[in-house]
């Protein structure tokens, strides 16, 4: 690990700059999927099963095929016969390819509603919606299995008779005929238990949520002379995406290539092939290029949502609050194909507190829904309502403040991890005391039925491989180019980076994201991992800019190069202060001093620090119909550095909203067949501006050693905390203690009234 000196100020960092990409989005002049148009263009859409469990015992296209205007059909046998094999593919673990094809397209069975059974590519989209219509299949429907502990159970129907574990973070063994086992642990958790005054134990349920973007899946592809293949997607990795491609069409990963366009939303979802395969494998049969845009509908039936989850959990501590001991029981979906987020969501579940004895047992489970994808902090929302709760509760019966509890419990830099390694500097004391110093917290709420739930939330960051380039004008710019989709404004943040190491203005680098053809290996923006990992592969090919730089000035006076210093910007002779170059003015003499340079980096970086959150939350519970109403909300965060901190409260103040409606409202309802009900964002009821409060952001900056300027991660762990501080909120408010999400009106109410009824 890279123990970075950091700067002791910063012209550049911390600075607010409008972001580059922003007049072309708010003008429309900004490329989308839905933007591009190639001469030609056919356009294509599948018809999707309607069951959630079946054997695909025929299909016959011939009716589609001789619908006038139709150029291409796909089905199953269309595509390569795919082995089982466990790869890496630019995704966070271990995935069996296999699994990435058949969820791609069904071949002989159908594991969700809306698995895709055949495609169809025509002159228009009326005419494919009408053909994909005239495909004749014939089912043989099985029993569906739709949550973890039906799936779990002895005689339960089985998905895959030879399904392999995924490895999401850390790999599973297969325990079970529809589940995988992990397993964590240290010290002795029985006898933690032993010791421990008071041991609370609660049994919790989260429903499936989808990340909803808005932007739906748009990909459009070309298959041209010689076997290229061409793509253009809306994705967070470009790189994943041409490595799926390869692995499912088994094609050379050097003749695709894979062109990132704008991102309307992804947060974790967009890193997987869905219709990408089938528009290449249409273009190559129609001898055009194919678009395919994914609706609504489709994107909530057939792509990858977050987990539903069963969380048993044990927590001991002492009189004196002091946690001893802690046991965790977590099943979570992972879809109709294994790899779901078990490791980060129980992993996380425990981590930003000190606590000796732990056992934890983790289940990744197969079910009759997609293929789960990352949710922002994968796992550990659900995990963290869970602990949060029982914690609140253990404060109470100890009669002890909640934020005093987690003060004395906190995970601190040196302490030992779960996961076998130090934990590394971490400013979870002083985010603690803010809260408690924080006018929010210390304000007396007095309305009846309202009450105030604080929760503390963790995320591990991510590193992982990013690659950068710089290439200096003659004029002084610079222009970036980068392996990682901006999603948040990470062309900003990166420009800001290299602007800082370069000693010149933000404005004066411009920053792309290049294509798999144009810029070294990346993986995919997620896991908060772009303004840090990205940002270090920025900032080491900004010093081998200075270092070219610092030889031409050399050149021109005849010395060393160890006769130049640089310092922001300037470049001055050591012998003679009076000989000196700005960057600009240096640039302008590059062409004369043997030509432009550029520079390229690509780095690996381990020196992830830690993300650490904490929430309040203030809320009324109407006695008469349990609605919920957030009347102020305040998040702390500890962001290392933050970079340009209006991005920083826009992405703490996206991840709370996203929390309170996976909190309030949000949840995939599914009949008794399997088949999805809410299909649409009219009935996937998704938090509007008339359901949130503004949203205060504290933010604190604890240098994380492991980047040049102190960066973590910031995206991930404000979804984390908002579940469980709504849910001691409305303890708090009128005296229930809720134990599964979404916490609905309906859910509320119930529970309001068994609790008047036993009072009766």
């Given amino acids: ?53 079946a054997r695909v015992k025929s299909i016959d296209v011939s009716r589609a095929i001789a619908c006038p205007g139709v150029r291409a059909v796909v089905t199953g046998a269309d595509f390569p016969a795919i082995e089982k094999n466990i790869v890496n593919i630019g995704e966070v673990g271990q995935v069996d390819i296999q699994d990435i094809s058949d969820n791609c397209i069904a071949k002989g069975k159908v594991f969700y509603d809306g698995h895709a059974v055949a495609a169809v590519a025509a002159d228009n989209t009326h005419v494919a919606e ?19 502990r039906t799936a779990m159970a002895e005689g339960a129907p089985v998905l895959h008779e030879d399904f392999l574990p995924g490895a999401f973070l850390a790999p599973t063994e297969k325990a079970l005929p529809n589940a995988s086992k992990l397993e964590l642990g240290m010290g002795d958790a029985e006898r933690g238990f032993n010791e421990a005054d008071i041991v609370i134990e609660r049994e919790f349920t989260t429903e499936t949520v989808h990340q909803g973007y808005i932007e739906t899946h748009i990909t459009t592809a070309r298959w041209a002379a010689e076997d290229f293949v061409t793509v253009w997607t809306t994705t967070q990795g470009q790189f994943g995406i041409r490595d799926q491609l390869s692995l499912v069409l088994q094609i050379p990963m050097s003749k695709i290539t894979v062109i990132p366009l704008e991102v309307g939303g992804a947060f974790g979802g967009k890193d997987s092939i869905y219709v990408d395969p089938l528009a290449v494998v249409l273009s190559k049969k129609s001898g055009r290029p194919v678009k395919m845009v994914m609706n609504r509908s489709e994107t909530l039936r057939a792509t990858g949502p977050s987990s539903g989850t069963y969380i048993k959990a044990r927590l001991g501590g002492k009189n004196d609050g ?46 009759n829904k997609p293929k789960i994808k990352p949710y922002r902090a994968p796992g550990a929302t659900p995990a963290n309502f869970a602990v949060e709760v029982m ?12 934020v005093d509890f987690r003060l004395g419990n906190a995970l601190q830099t040196g302490d030992e991890l779960i996961l076998g390694f130090p934990c590394p500097p971490i ?73 800082e190491a370069l000693g010149i203005e933000s404005k004066d680098v411009f920053a792309v994201v290049g294509d798999t053809t144009s810029i070294g290996y990346s993986f995919p923006t997620y896991a908060s991992r772009t303004t840090f990992a990205t940002g270090i592969a920025v900032y080491e090919a900004a010093q081998k800019i200075l270092k070219q730089m610092t030889g031409r000035a050399a050149l021109i006076w005849q010395l060393e190069n160890d006769q130049v210093k640089v310092d922001s910007g300037q470049f001055v002779n050591k012998l003679d202060s009076r000989q000196q170059f700005t960057f600009k003015e240096l640039a302008g003499k590059l062409d004369a001093t043997g030509g432009l340079i550029a520079a390229q980096a690509s780095v ?7 993300q650490i959150g904490a929430h309040l939350v203030d809320l009324n519970v109407d006695p008469e119909t349990g609605k919920v109403d957030i009347l102020r909300y305040t998040a702390f965060q500890d962001v290392g550095k933050a970079v340009h901190p209006d991005y920083v409260t826009g992405q703490v103040q996206g991840g709370v909203v996203q929390g309170l409606g996976w909190a309030l409202s949000e949840e995939y309802f599914y009949d008794k067949d399997g088949r999805l009900q809410n299909t649409s964002l009219l009935d996937y009821r998704m938090p509007t501006i008339l359901d949130v409060p503004n949203i205060e952001v504290v ?22 905390p908002p579940a469980a501080a709504v ?9 229930i203690r809720m134990y599964a999400l979404p916490m609905t009106p309906a859910a509320i109410l119930k529970k309001m009234d068994l609790a008047r009824d036993k009072g009766a």
């Fill in 1 to 53: 690990m890279n123990n970075y000196v950091l700067p002791k100020q910063f012209r550049v960092i911390g600075t607010t700059p409008v972001r580059m990409d922003g007049p072309d989005k708010v003008t429309g002049r900004a490329i989308f999927g839905g933007d591009l148009y190639l001469p030609g263009m056919l356009h294509g859409k599948v018809i999707r099963s309607p069951h959630a469990h």
């Fill in 130 to 148: 009408e053909a994909v219509e005239l495909i004749d299949i014939e089912y043989e429907v099985l029993e569906p299995v739709m949550d973890t």
């Fill in 322 to 367: 002091i946690l001893v001991a802690a046991d965790l029981y977590g099943a979570f979906e992972a879809g109709a194909f294994s790899g779901g987020p078990v490791a980060p969501g129980v992993s996380t579940a425990l981590t930003r507190y000190n606590i000796p004895n732990i056992k934890i047992e983790g289940y990744d489970v197969l079910v």
């Fill in 391 to 402: 914690i609140d509760e253990l404060c109470e019966q100890i009669k002890i403040d909640p």
């Fill in 427 to 499: 400013g979870g004391v002083e985010l603690l005391k803010a809260v408690k110093e924080h006018p929010h917290y210390q304000l007396k709420i007095e309305e009846p039925t309202t009450g105030r739930g604080f929760a503390y939330g963790f995320w591990f960051g991510g590193g992982l491989l990013s690659s950068a380039e710089l290439m200096v004008n003659s004029d002084g710019s610079v222009q970036l180019c980068s392996g990682s989709p901006d999603m948040s404004g990470t062309r900003n943040t990166l420009a800001m980076q290299a602007a």
């Fill in 604 to 610: 690996s970086p381990d020196g992830v620090g830690f």
């Fill in 699 to 720: 933010i604190l900056e604890t240098p994380n050693p492991g980047h040049p300027y102190g960066v973590r991660g910031v995206g991930e762990v404000p979804i984390v």
């Fill in 727 to 735: 849910a001691n909120a409305i303890y708090d408010a009128v005296g």
